[in-house]
């Protein structure tokens, strides 16, 4: 499986992005994590193969996992930005349950800068 990470820049806060990741292969479920500098890799969205969704706190309320099977994409629409946000945006495939926990995907995108400026 390959992934394609696409989307990130550079927006202020309360502005508002979509991330996209194209995939090769067979997906299964997916995930959205983000790492910031000096900072470890956190979770940030998930969906299984059959469109059920996870999010981490800091983000809930505010982003939007989907994906569209079809066209084997990943989506991440992220609004009210703030500048905690700020992290490279990576795409992950093949996960395992707990889908939280980053090790258990096995395909990795090369990630995406978002970066929020206040």
């Known amino acids: 499986v390959q992934l394609q990470a696409s989307g990130g820049g550079l927006v202020r806060a309360g502005d508002s992005l979509r991330l996209s990741c194209a995939a090769s292969g067979r997906t299964f479920n997916m995930g959205w994590f983000r790492q910031a500098p000096g900072k470890e890799r956190e979770f940030v969205a998930a969906v299984t193969s059959d469109s059920n969704t996870f999010y981490a706190d800091s983000v809930k309320g505010r982003f939007t996992i989907s994906r569209d099977n079809a066209k084997n994409t990943l989506y991440l629409q992220m609004n009210s930005l703030k500048p905690d946000d700020t992290a490279v945006y990576y795409c992950?495939?093949?996960?395992?349950?707990?889908?939280?926990?980053?090790?258990?995907?096995?395909?990795w995108g090369q990630g995406t800068q978002v970066t929020v400026s206040s």
């Open positions: 992950a495939a093949g996960g395992l349950l707990p889908l939280t926990t980053s090790r258990n995907y096995p395909f």
